[in-house]
Structures are given as structure tokens and as C-alpha cells.
Nanobody, 121 residues
Framework: EVQLVESGGGLVQAGGSLRLTCAGS????????IAWFRQDPGKGREAVVC????????YFQDSVKGRFTISRDNDKSTVSLQMNDLKPEDTAVYFC??????????????WGQGIQVTVSA
């Protein structure tokens, strides 16, 4: 059974940093891309950034370029999302997913449970 578990969220002031981690199990982690999505209440889920199984990174939101960094550790089956200079508009529930390849859309069933990130002004 595929499991993805997010951790590291919380409340931070604008300009602060958080590091999210997505831990995967139940599948061959190194063979899959890992993508971060986020969802604000009242809005749809949007892709943020993805790292492929060959460490290629694709950003889907221009607003996070230069502030968010994604990395993976296949030995630990984890992907980290370092978020710096956080802004109130980054407030959302963040989800990780495990697509075969990076894409702005993901229609599969393999999602984490989500973790809240709240950035106060």
C-alpha cells in the first residue's frame, strides 16, 4: 500500500522559513517523481513544485521560485521542501503526491494527508 506522510508544517511569521518533508513507503520511491501541491480554502489544488526520479526540478508557481527548494533522499525515501521568505499568500494545506513523472496535473490516488502551513502578516 502506497503511503505518503507530510510533516513540518506550522505557523510562521511572514519572512520566516519552514521545511516540509514527505516520507514515502509501500512503493519503489526512487522510481517516482514527488510533487508538492497546495490548496487554499475556496480554491482548487495547485501544483507548486516537483522533483523527478532523476532529480530534475520543475516549478509550477513563479511566485515560489527563488524561495522554495525541493530535494530528495532516496535512501530515506523522503523529499524535502525548504520554504524561505514565506508570505501570507503561501498559506495553504500542502500535499505531496507520487506521480510517475512531473506534471502540473495529477489524477492519481497517491496523496499524503496534507499539512497546514500558515503565514501571518
Amino acid at each position: 500500500e502506497v503511503q505518503l506522510v507530510e510533516s513540518g508544517g506550522g505557523l510562521v511569521q511572514a519572512g520566516g522559513s519552514l521545511r516540509l518533508t514527505c516520507a514515502g513507503s509501500g512503493f519503489t520511491f526512487a522510481d517516482y517523481a514527488i510533487a508538492w501541491f497546495r490548496q487554499d480554502p475556496g480554491k482548487g489544488r495547485e501544483a507548486v513544485v516537483c522533483i523527478s526520479n532523476t532529480d530534475d526540478v520543475e516549478y509550477f508557481q513563479d511566485s515560489v521560485k527563488g524561495r522554495f527548494t525541493i530535494s530528495r533522499d532516496n535512501d530515506k525515501s523522503t523529499v524535502s521542501l525548504q520554504m524561505n521568505d514565506l508570505k501570507p499568500e503561501d498559506t495553504a494545506v500542502y500535499f505531496c503526491a507520487a506521480p510517475i513523472y512531473c506534471s502540473e496535473s495529477y489524477y492519481g490516488d497517491d496523496w499524503g494527508q496534507g499539512i497546514q502551513v500558515t503565514v501571518s502578516a
